[in-house]
């Protein structure tokens, strides 16, 4: 939670940009999405991620397509983290059949298998077990893969996830699990429901790490999450991360936040990650900041034609209903 210069100076100038274009992207579709959602044309529920980019940017930089993630309900951010197409996001939002599930699936079950996201996930506490499976799979196969649950302080509290540390530490599982310490689930808390300070503190029960990490600051994020997939993958076994922030918008889209003051404007303008990485980046002249507003131009320009390209393509048909029921093994 300090604010010294970085230790994970393995990250070059090209990395750095790459992990400020993640995290842009992110909050860039994050506010996009809270503005369009307004209009009424997005279908369904919609949880927003912004304010908590540096979690999926910090971890997912160190995944490659050996490794798999799990999400929750507000999963956008894990998505574009580990390489979804955002194009296909968006229209997923809008349900289009040019979405990542042709447009069957909206904001809360975005999944691609074929870049380790197994899905965001209606089910609260859904993510830890999936990820013991796919773990679990990676030792058998030795594929070197780990995989990664993230979710919620509501959700550190499901039996599932629980279980999931569980089992996880007895079988010695390559796996990382994120608690993402937003300070409420739904409108209730976490200093209420969660039976601990710090949801990390509850990994010494299972017998594994369990490390707390300022969730503003990338670079805490990046080398918490970089000794927990290294350890996963040296055959080390699991490591529960808490990473704690704020939620930038509401529960969903619609929540009228009265369970809340003023913590969001004060988040906004004093700890926000993106602030922080180009202070710091620039500071230390690792990266100008000329680059850094190209990249902020070349993702709005992104997110724009997201938009567009969603809001014109095909709905589903109704015999799409039929296609993508089940699944062959
Ligand atoms: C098993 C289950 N129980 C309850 C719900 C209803 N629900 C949806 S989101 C949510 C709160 C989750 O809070 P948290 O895990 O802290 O995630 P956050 O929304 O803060 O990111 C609840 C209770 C659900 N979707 N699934």
């Not at 956008?76 to 580990?82: M, S, V």
């Not at 996930?121 to 993230?150: D, E, M, S, W, Y």
């Not at 350890?231 to 490591?239: C, I």
């Amino acid at each position: 939670m300090t604010d010294t210069l970085p230790t994970t100076t393995e990250l070059d100038a090209t990395a750095l940009l790459q992990a400020y274009r993640t995290m842009r992207t992110i909050r860039e579709f994050e506010d996009r999405v809270h503005a369009e959602f307004a209009t009424g044309e997005i279908p369904g529920f919609v949880h927003l991620y912004a304010g908590e980019e540096a979690s999926a940017t910090g971890v997912c930089t160190h995944l490659d397509a050996r490794d798999s993630i799990a999400s929750t309900h507000r999963g956008h951010g894990h998505c574009i983290a580990k390489g979804v197409d955002v194009k296909e996001m968006m229209a997923e939002i809008y349900g289009k059949q040019t979405g990542s599930c042709r447009g069957k699936g909206g904001s809360m079950h975005i999944a691609d298998l074929s870049k380790g996201m197994l899905g965001a996930n209606g089910i609260v506490g859904g993510g830890p077990p999936l990820i013991c499976g796919t773990a679990l799979a990676a030792k058998i196969q030795q594929t070197g893969g780990v995989g990664v649950a993230f979710f919620g302080d509501g959700a550190s509290n499901q039996g599932t996830t629980l279980e999931a540390l569980n089992l996880a530490a007895v079988w010695n599982l390559p796996a990382v699990f994120v608690a993402e310490n937003n300070g409420y689930a739904e409108t209730t808390s976490s200093t209420w429901s969660v039976a601990s300070d710090n949801i990390a503190d509850r990994a010494a029960g299972f017998g594994m790490p369990g490390v707390i990490v300022d969730g503003f600051d990338f670079f805490a994020v990046h080398e918490a999450a970089g000794e927990a997939v290294a350890r996963a993958r040296a055959g080390g076994g699991p490591t529960l991360l808490e990473v704690k922030f704020t939620r930038y918008y509401g529960h969903f889209e619609g929540d009228q936040q009265t369970y809340r003051a003023d913590e969001v404007a004060k988040a906004r303008e004093t700890l926000d990650c993106l602030k922080r990485f180009r202070a710091r980046v620039t500071e230390t002249g690792q990266v100008a900041g000329d680059d850094l507003d190209a990249v902020d131009s070349e993702v709005a320009a992104l997110i724009e034609d997201a938009v567009v390209a969603a809001k014109s393509a095909p709905k589903p048909t109704e015999s799409d209903l039929q296609t993508d029921v089940y699944v062959s093994y």
